[in-house]
């Protein structure tokens, strides 16, 4: 797993520190890469669920394509209806950096039975930060923000995507 880190400078380090304490923190969940779900989007986009787990406000600055919010814990919403015939599809749990889609993941998993939950390695700050797409109201944004969460997990999302918060 650790082949897979590739720090670049400070903000890199730090990042790996935090994919690499989650996989400590919750070690019965998944981590999957922006690279293969970027991949999965692009080749078999029908086989991948993506749940938002952050707060509302938060998921309206922007969100990664075809994301359903489901609030910090998975109950803003119907999680089983949401997750209904999902079964075989790979169910990939994000936030702003990986912890709160760290937890839903393994809560899919250990309590709800789905083996293909995962969670985005770096949630939306590492998609951002690679320069993929985000999305607000059902379109590509031309100028990307993200919101930060606060001020000390900013520090792990390129200054210009950064909102005020």
């Known amino acids: 797993r650790l082949s897979r880190l590739k720090s670049t400078g400070a903000m890199g380090f ?12 919750f070690p019965a969940a998944n981590g999957i890469t ?3 779900v970027k991949s999965i989007m692009d080749q078999d986009p029908k086989s991948l669920v993506v749940l938002d ?6 998921y309206d600055v922007s969100h990664i394509q075809d994301a359903v919010w489901v609030g910090t814990d998975g109950k803003a919403i119907d999680l089983d209806s949401t997750l209904k015939g999902s079964s075989s599809k790979t169910i990939a749990c994000y936030c702003s ?13 250990v309590q709800k ?34 919101h930060t969460f606060n001020a000390t997990w900013s520090r792990l999302l390129h200054s210009h995507l950064r909102t005020d918060v």
């Open 14 to 25: 730090f990042m790996d520190f935090v994919i690499m304490s989650l996989k400590w923190k």
């Open 34 to 36: 922006t690279d293969k």
């Open 53 to 58: 787990v952050r707060r509302k406000e938060e």
């Open 97 to 109: 950096a990986g912890y709160r889609g760290a937890k839903l993941a393994e809560h899919l998993l």
């Open 113 to 146: 039975g789905f083996k293909n939950a995962v969670y985005i390695e770096g949630g939306i700050f590492k998609w951002a930060n690679e320069g993929r797409p985000l999305w607000k109201d059902g379109k590509v944004m031309t100028i990307p923000k993200v």
